[in-house]
C-alpha cells in the first residue's frame, strides 16, 4: 500500500488507526490454495481479525467462530451462517442452541459435557448436529485420546449427534514444515486406529497449521511462501486419504494490515530519543506480545532525510509500553505518521483495550476497487471502567 493512502486514512480517520488491505488478504487466501490444490479445504479463523469477515473471499469453506461474541459478529454482518464452524473450550447450553439455530454447519466438542450439550440441544428439535472431536495435545484444549476413543466407540449412545471427524490444533507460530509431517502422521495413526478398534473413519477433519509469519527477519512474503509450500507437501499427501479442511488466521491475515501512530512528542533522556505516540501495545502486537526489542516493518509517511535513533513509546503510563527500543528512522517532528506493517493479525482484537480508557483506534478496510472504507471509528473506552449509577451502591 502507497504512502499516498495511508497518509489519506490518517487524515480522514485520526490516528491511531488500522487499515486492512482486503486485496492483499484475498491474494494470500488465493496462495494458500493453490499451494494446498483443490482437495483441501480452508477455514479463516476468525479470531486473528473479524473485521477481514466483511471481505472474506467465497474460497473459504468455512468460518471458525469461538465465542458467542464471534457469533454475534457473524450473525450482524450477514455471514454465511451455513459455513461457521462453532468451536471454543467453553460451550454453554445456551450458546449452542443459539449457534444450532443459526443452522451453524459443524459443532467442535472439547470434552464429554459439550457432546451431551449439543446432543441434549439436537435432541429437542428432533434432528441432528454435526460433531467434530477435537483431539488434545498437552494443554487445556480437546478431549483426551482415551477418553476420545470411548466417545467413537459408544456413539450410538448419543443419537442426535453425528460424528463426522477430529479437530486437530495444536498451537501456532510453527515455522518447520517437518512439525507439521509429524504432526499429521501422528493424526494418521490415530485415524488407522479409529478404523480398526472402532470401524470409524473421519468424514471431515479440520487441521490447525499454524504456520508463521516471519514478521522481523525478512521483511518481504518470500519467506512466508517457502514456507508454505514446504508446509504443503505433508498437507496434500494427508488430503489424498481423509477429507482435509486447514484451518488458519494468522497466516492468512497477517501480510494486509498497517497501523498508523502519530508522534505526539519527542524528548532526550539519558541521551535516548524518546517518541511518544498516540497509540502503544495495547493497540499493536506480534505474535500475541509486543516486541520491543524485535524491529518489524517500520517507516515515516513521506518523510526521507537522514536517520536518527529512536525508542518509539506509546500512551500507556507504564515503562511496559515500548513499541521498539531502538529503530533508524528519518529524523522525526511531532505530528508525523509513523506505520507499521504485517500488523492485520490480532493486533486490532488482542490487545489491552480498556487499561487507562484511552479509545480504540478507527478501523478501515481498502481495496483497488471499492478505495478506504471506514469500518469503525475512533472509540472511547472510559464507559466500560466507569461505574454504573454514579458509583452509588445503595
Known amino acids: 500500500m502507497n504512502d499516498k493512502i495511508l497518509k489519506e486514512a490518517a487524515s480522514r480517520f485520526g490516528t491511531p488507526c488500522y487499515i486492512f488491505d482486503t486485496d492483499i488478504f484475498a491474494d494470500r487466501t488465493e496462495k494458500v490454495g493453490a499451494a494446498f490444490g ?9 479470531k486473528a481479525n473479524p473485521f477481514l469477515l466483511a471481505a472474506l473471499p467465497e474460497v473459504f469453506s468455512y468460518i471458525e467462530v ?4 464471534e457469533l454475534s459478529i457473524c450473525e450482524n454482518i450477514g455471514a454465511p451462517l451455513d459455513k461457521i464452524i462453532f468451536s471454543g473450550v467453553n460451550k454453554t447450553a445456551e450458546d449452542i442452541e443459539r449457534a444450532y439455530n443459526d443452522g451453524v454447519s459443524i459443532f467442535t466438542a472439547e470434552s464429554k459435557l459439550h457432546l451431551e450439550l449439543i446432543n441434549k440441544c439436537a435432541e429437542c428439535s428432533g434432528a441432528k448436529a454435526r460433531v467434530i472431536h477435537r483431539l488434545a495435545h498437552g494443554s487445556q484444549f480437546g478431549i483426551d485420546r482415551e477418553e476420545l476413543c470411548r466417545l467413537i466407540e459408544n456413539r450410538a449412545d448419543y443419537k442426535y449427534v453425528e460424528i463426522i471427524g477430529l479437530h486437530y490444533f495444536t498451537g501456532t507460530a510453527k ?3 517437518k512439525t507439521i509431517a509429524k504432526e499429521l502422521t501422528l493424526l494418521d495413526e490415530f485415524c488407522e486406529e479409529l478404523k ?16 508463521a509469519v516471519e514478521y ?21 499427501a494427508f488430503a489424498e486419504k481423509y ?32 517518541v511518544i505516540c498516540d497509540g502503544g501495545i495495547n493497540q499493536l502486537n506480534y505474535y500475541g506480545q509486543n516486541m520491543a526489542m524485535k524491529v518489524p516493518p517500520i517507516k515515516v509517511l513521506d518523510k526521507d532525510c537522514e536517520p536518527e535513533d529512536y525508542c518509539l513509546c506509546g500512551s500507556l503510563c507504564t515503562t511496559a509500553d515500548v513499541l521498539v527500543r531502538k529503530v533508524s528512522l528519518p529524523k522525526l517532528e511531532t505530528g508525523d505518521v509513523i506505520c507499521f506493517a504485517k500488523c492485520g493479525a490480532y493486533s486490532v482484537s488482542e490487545g489491552i483495550a480498556a487499561f487507562l480508557s484511552r479509545a480504540v483506534p478507527a478501523v478501515a478496510g481498502y481495496s483497488e476497487k471499492n478505495g478506504l472504507t471506514l469500518w469503525r471509528c475512533l472509540t472511547e473506552t472510559h464507559f466500560l471502567n466507569t461505574p454504573q449509577n454514579g458509583g452509588n451502591t445503595k
Open 243 to 274: 477429507p482435509l479442511t486447514v484451518e488458519m488466521g494468522r497466516f492468512f491475515a497477517a501480510e494486509c494490515g498497517y497501523y498508523l501512530t502519530r508522534a505526539m512528542d519527542i524528548k532526550t533522556n539519558s541521551e535516548i530519543n524518546y
Open 38 to 46: 483443490d482437495g483441501v479445504g480452508l477455514c479463516y479463523s476468525i
Open 175 to 177: 515455522n518447520k514444515a
Open 196 to 211: 480398526e478398534k472402532y470401524d470409524f473413519t473421519p468424514q471431515h477433519i479440520e487441521y490447525g497449521t499454524g504456520l
Open 216 to 236: 522481523y527477519k525478512d521483511q518481504t512474503e518470500e519467506t512466508d511462501l517457502s514456507l508454505l509450500a514446504e508446509a504443503a507437501e505433508p498437507v496434500r
Open 66 to 69: 469461538c465465542s458467542p461474541g
